[in-house]
Each structure stands twice: as structure tokens, then as C-alpha cells.
């Protein structure tokens, strides 16, 4: 069976790349060519048992948005996550990774894959770490098959993405414990290959076996989210060598995994301040030839705990308008706890506005009419249609209703001095 990026190189335009280009108004042709070069994918496994809408990330598409659930040791309840599966479904998240660390982790994969249309992505070491844990009392005696096999096991159920931390190398961890940084891994997925490595003094074996993760992942037509490990956790760390070094190994792997016919994305970071965003982003592309980049915010500052969401969605409209293709949402307890409902909720819709913001910059027809049409709604002062394309219709209404105007025409912050009204009548000579 030939993949997409094998089918694209032939010029074949398949149907989920015509239903892709339909839904994000581009040719189909040129969708078809970069993903043929690896500048975009369609992030689907082959074997889906549930048919989801095909997803397209990279260059020329919608800016996408991508929200994490899961459970962990200390809260699980599966109950709770698919009250947050709901919610991300109503209010229009493109991806869902599912994070769990702990309680019954392979359970809440198949509730998502059987029950949701999300493009729906993993972290598989993460799984592959507890199970190491439970039965040796140490994640450092997980074995390199017991990594490759939760891939393959995630793959075989349907994941259409997976996180693989591949660009740690032991020539990174040298040099961290020589050099150090002020936060030295902050990537859960990393932290855990780095631990494997030290105590175990040998290669992190998705970057030694690099082929045979690519065997998998070309198996089901699995895209691959490059991770970065070596992503700087605050502001201090930002763009320094660890991170840099990291990226250019991944733009070797992508280089790789392109020849065997593997879609691939690369993750970025983490904590940057606001005057280097740009900057990550054009290297990220030049290095990674285009690949689509996948961003974690970015965080424009560490102390902006408990609004971490806006601080991530400060730096994702950035990332996005510099070309960035896909946020990761932060939520207001990111750093904290668990996110519940309410942050599941707010950082969504702080991650939607960044995205919409960036599509705009990036002159996005799609973005732009939508625009285009609240300006024309605000103009005839129609309220139910202004709430209606609003990112969270509910809470435009509660406002609205909570301090009522004395004319329904208006708000209740003008009042009958409403300047859209004035201006108007001004200009009728009435």
C-alpha cells in the first residue's frame, strides 16, 4: 500500500486531499505537492476503525488548534475526560492528545477513537514508561521493545499522530550535564528517555532504530510529531544550543522520514520571549525544509502562572502569523494541576482567537470573511448574529443579558449614545 506522501509524489490527487482542499478552500493540486515535499500533512491513520473528517496541517491551511486530556494517578476519571471530549467538540477543537499517565489509559484511547471525530494524537512512552514502572518499580528498566511496541500498539488502534521524542541523542545529554541550563528537560516524554539513557548509558533507541519506527509509522500511514525533548522551559533557556542542536537533528529525521514515505510535523517550543518568536519559527522552517511546526504556545513569559493561556496564546499568534501551523492550547492550570472543565474551556478559546489572529496575518480568505462579516453584523446592530459567530455564543449572551440595555438596538455601554447609530444618523442628516 503506497502513503500519502508516495501517492502525492506519483500525482495522484486522492479524495481525502480533494475533501481537504474543499474544506480549507486551497487547490488540491498544490495541497497534493507539498505534501509530496513534506511542507503539510493529512494527519489520518490508514487503519481508522471510525471514518473522522480528514485533517489537514502545514503551509497554505487553516492555522489548526490542538487540546490535551487525560488522566493521571492522582485523578482518574473517565467520566470527567469525556465531559471534556464534549466540550472540545462543541466548541471546535481540530486535534485532541491524550496525555494520561496514569489509571485506565488504554480504556480512555478507545473512548476517543470509537466515540469522537477528533484527529486524535498520543505520547505512546508515556504509556510504555507507567507500564515500566508497575512491573519493575522504575522507568529506567523499560526496555527498547516495550517503547516500540506501545508505538505499534497505538498505531494498530487507530492514533493518527504520535509524539516521539527521536532527536535526544547521547550526545545531547553530555553535553547538558556538562554545560547544564537553568531548567534542563522540561518535556515529560523526554525527561523519561533522558533518565533511560544516563542509568542506562546507551543511545535513545528511537534515534538509533530510527528505521524501524519508520516501519511502523509507514505501516498505517502514522504522521509522526517530531518531539523536542530539549524544548526550553523558561525564558532564561530559550533558543540556546540544547534547543538548537535538537532541531537540527530533527531536520535530519525529517529529511529521512520523508525518502521512507512518513508524514512528519516537528514540535517546537516551549518558553520564548515575544522579540525571538519569529525568529524560532523561521529557523525551525529553514532547518526542517518547510515541515509543518507544531508549537507548545509559546509562553512569552514564565510568571504568568494561572493565565498561562493567555500567555500562550500571545506567542501562538505570533508563531502562527510567522508561520507556524499548529498550537497546542495551554490552560490557566498549565504548570499547576489538572485542567478541569472551566480551563479545558478557556484555553481552547484563548487558542482558537491566536489561530484566527494568525489565519488574518496571514491573509487566510477563510479568516478574513469571517471577519469581514461580524464587521458588516456590528454595522446593522444585529446582536443574534454577532453572538452567533462569536467563539463562545453562551458567554456573549450571559453579558449581554446580565446588565440589559435600555433599547435592544444597543448595548447597555452606549446606551441611546451608541456611535454606530450616531454616525449613522449623522450621515442621513437626521
Given at each position: ?67 490535551n ?99 535526544i ?40 532504530d ?85 508549537v ?12 498561562d ?68 453584523m ?8 454577532m453572538?452567533?459567530?462569536s ?29 454606530i ?10
Amino acid at each position: 500500500m503506497k502513503t500519502r506522501i508516495e501517492l502525492a509524489k506519483a500525482g495522484t490527487i486522492t479524495r481525502e486531499v480533494t475533501q481537504t482542499a474543499e474544506a480549507e478552500c486551497v487547490d488540491a493540486g498544490q495541497l497534493a505537492q507539498d505534501i509530496a515535499l513534506g511542507r503539510a500533512v493529512i494527519a489520518r491513520n490508514a487503519g481508522r476503525r471510525r471514518e473522522i473528517p480528514p485533517l489537514g496541517i502545514g503551509r497554505g491551511l487553516r492555522t489548526k488548534v490542538n487540546a490535551n486530556i487525560g488522566t493521571s494517578r492522582d485523578r482518574d476519571s473517565l467520566d470527567e475526560e469525556k465531559s471534556k471530549l464534549d466540550l472540545l467538540l462543541k466548541y471546535g477543537a481540530d486535534a485532541v492528545m491524550d496525555l494520561s499517565t496514569g489509571g485506565r489509559i488504554r480504556e480512555l484511547r478507545g473512548l476517543i477513537l470509537d466515540g469522537y471525530p477528533f484527529c486524535f494524537g498520543t505520547v505512546p512512552i508515556y504509556e510504555a514508561a507507567v507500564g515500566a514502572a508497575e512491573r519493575h518499580g522504575s522507568i529506567r528498566k523499560m526496555s527498547a521493545d516495550d517503547l516500540f511496541s506501545a508505538i505499534e500498539r497505538h498505531a494498530a488502534e487507530g492514533v493518527d499522530f504520535v509524539t516521539v521524542h527521536a532527536g535526544i541523542t547521547r550526545k545531547a545529554v553530555e553535553r547538558l550535564k556538562s554545560e547544564g541550563r537553568v531548567l534542563d528537560v522540561v518535556s515529560r516524554g523526554g525527561s523519561f528517555l533522558f533518565e533511560w539513557m544516563v542509568f542506562n548509558d546507551r543511545e535513545n533507541p528511537l534515534y538509533e532504530d530510527y528505521g524501524r519506527l519508520l516501519e511502523i509509522a509507514r505501516r498505517y500511514d502514522l504522521t509522526l510529531s517530531l518531539g523536542d525533548a530539549m524544548r526550553p522551559g523558561c525564558i532564561e533557556d530559550a533558543t540556546d544550543r540544547a534547543q538548537i542542536e535538537e532541531l537540527l537533528v530533527l531536520g535530519e529525521l525529517r529529511d529521512a522520514a520523508l525518502d521512507a514515505g512518513v508524514q512528519v510535523i516537528i514540535e517546537g517550543p516551549g518558553h520564548v520571549p515575544l522579540n525571538q518568536v519569529e525568529l524560532n519559527i523561521r529557523v525551525q522552517k529553514e532547518i526542517c525544509k518547510g515541515a509543518p511546526f507544531y508549537v507548545l504556545g509559546p509562553l512569552v513569559t514564565d510568571i504568568g502562572v494561572g493565565y498561562d493561556h493567555i500567555a500562550g496564546a500571545i506567542g501562538g499568534a505570533i508563531a502562527g502569523a510567522a508561520g507556524a501551523d499548529f498550537l497546542c492550547y495551554l490552560t490557566p492550570s498549565e504548570h499547576i494541576r489538572l485542567p478541569d472543565l472551566a480551563d479545558v474551556k478557556e484555553g481552547l478559546i484563548a487558542s482558537k482567537i491566536a489561530a484566527h489572529a494568525a489565519d488574518l496575518a496571514k491573509g487566510l480568505p477563510l479568516a478574513m470573511e469571517k471577519d469581514k462579516k461580524m464587521a458588516r453584523m456590528r454595522k446593522a446592530l444585529d446582536w443574534e448574529g454577532m453572538i452567533g459567530l462569536s467563539f463562545d455564543p453562551e458567554k456573549v449572551r450571559d453579558y449581554r443579558s446580565a446588565i440589559p440595555p435600555s433599547e435592544k438596538e444597543v448595548c447597555s455601554m452606549c446606551g441611546p449614545f451608541c456611535a454606530i447609530r450616531t454616525a449613522e444618523r449623522a450621515l442621513k442628516g437626521k
